[in-house]
């Protein structure tokens, strides 16, 4: 089996003692490929040398994470953007908006994350969407790009069954990670209305790792869990999740 995770922080402090050890962690668990999304300005060397050191295994995207706009957020964003032109980004991410721990900049959040669309639009390039507590706030920034054949992904999906149908419907993928596996994220009850077809895997980590590694640095190479997982709660074989999860992140981020 063959497993892409969407969502990996990979070049982060966190692994900066084993960054090599989680490499072969990942192979020998069948997850041959890593999407890197972005967090800042300072995250881009590692995130860019870590690419270097693995060319056929990871790849990276351009984006200023929400609870990174600050006040200069126009000039980081036409910085990270002037790098486009020397790497080969395969999306913009992970951009959206945060309301969870600072709302008095929601203004330049949906600012920077218009910027940041537009910018994927005219590249033709997917987004990878962080929102929290955001949703409407979120949709409000997309709404302004209705018909631009926007794609991409809501990072780990948190919400109703009718706001999933709502962004599958604007052609956005769901990411589905170690919260799946939480019987507090009631995501047994929202996949089984959700076709495969609309779902990618990720891990976001080492954040947000799943059962029964909970409260410990999550890894990449934990996606199996998460695919066995959403096996049980589709009543399919694990292989098929594996299938389908890992033709779709192809085919949304052209790799």
């Given at each position: 089996?063959?497993?892409?995770?969407?969502?990996?922080?990979?070049?982060?402090?966190?692994?900066?003692?084993?960054?090599?050890?989680i490499?072969?962690?990942?192979?020998?668990?069948?997850?041959?490929?890593?999407?890197?999304?972005?967090?800042n300005?300072?995250?881009?060397?590692?995130?860019?040398?870590?690419?270097?050191?693995?060319?056929e295994?990871?790849?990276?995207?351009?984006?200023?994470?929400?609870?990174?706009?600050?006040?200069?957020?126009?000039?980081?964003?036409?910085?990270?953007?002037?790098?486009?032109?020397?790497?080969?980004?395969?999306?913009?991410?992970?951009?959206?908006?945060?309301?969870?721990?600072?709302?008095?900049?929601?203004?330049?959040?949906?600012?920077?994350?218009?910027?940041?669309?537009?910018?994927?639009?005219?590249?033709?390039?997917?987004?990878?969407?962080?929102?929290?507590?955001?949703?409407?706030?979120?949709?409000?920034?997309?709404?302004?790009f209705?018909?631009?054949?926007?794609?991409?992904?809501?990072?780990?999906?948190?919400?109703?069954?009718?706001?999933?149908l709502?962004?599958?419907?604007?052609?956005?993928?769901?990411?589905?990670?170690?919260?799946?596996?939480?019987?507090?994220?009631?995501l047994?009850?929202?996949?089984?209305?959700?076709?495969?077809?609309?779902?990618?895997?990720?891990?976001?980590?080492?954040?947000?790792?799943?059962?029964?590694?909970?409260?410990?640095?999550?890894?990449?190479?934990?996606?199996?869990?998460?695919?066995?997982?959403?096996?049980?709660?589709?009543?399919?074989?694990?292989?098929?999740?594996?299938?389908?999860?890992?033709?779709?992140?192809?085919?949304?981020?052209?790799?």
């Amino acid at each position: 089996m063959n497993f892409i995770d969407t969502h990996s922080h990979l070049y982060d402090t966190a692994f900066d003692q084993d960054r090599n050890s989680i490499i072969t962690e990942c192979k020998q668990a069948g997850v041959n490929t890593l999407l890197l999304p972005n967090i800042n300005k300072e995250s881009i060397p590692a995130m860019l040398q870590l690419c270097h050191t693995y060319p056929e295994m990871c790849y990276p995207m351009i984006g200023l994470h929400p609870c990174d706009v600050k006040s200069d957020y126009k000039e980081v964003l036409q910085s990270m953007f002037a790098l486009s032109d020397q790497y080969p980004f395969i999306a913009i991410g992970e951009i959206g908006i945060d309301l969870y721990w600072d709302s008095s900049l929601l203004a330049e959040q949906k600012d920077a994350f218009a910027m940041q669309v537009d910018f994927a639009v005219r590249h033709r390039l997917p987004i990878v969407i962080h929102k929290r507590q955001s949703y409407y706030e979120v949709i409000d920034v997309l709404k302004q790009f209705k018909g631009q054949k926007l794609k991409g992904i809501f990072h780990c999906w948190s919400g109703s069954l009718d706001h999933a149908l709502a962004v599958i419907s604007m052609g956005f993928h769901l990411g589905i990670g170690g919260t799946v596996t939480y019987k507090s994220s009631r995501l047994d009850e929202l996949l089984p209305h959700i076709d495969l077809q609309h779902i990618v895997l990720e891990t976001d980590s080492p954040y947000l790792t799943p059962h029964p590694y909970r409260g410990q640095r999550n890894k990449s190479s934990y996606i199996p869990i998460i695919a066995q997982k959403i096996a049980e709660i589709k009543h399919c074989d694990i292989a098929t999740i594996a299938n389908i999860t890992t033709e779709n992140a192809k085919k949304l981020f052209n790799i």
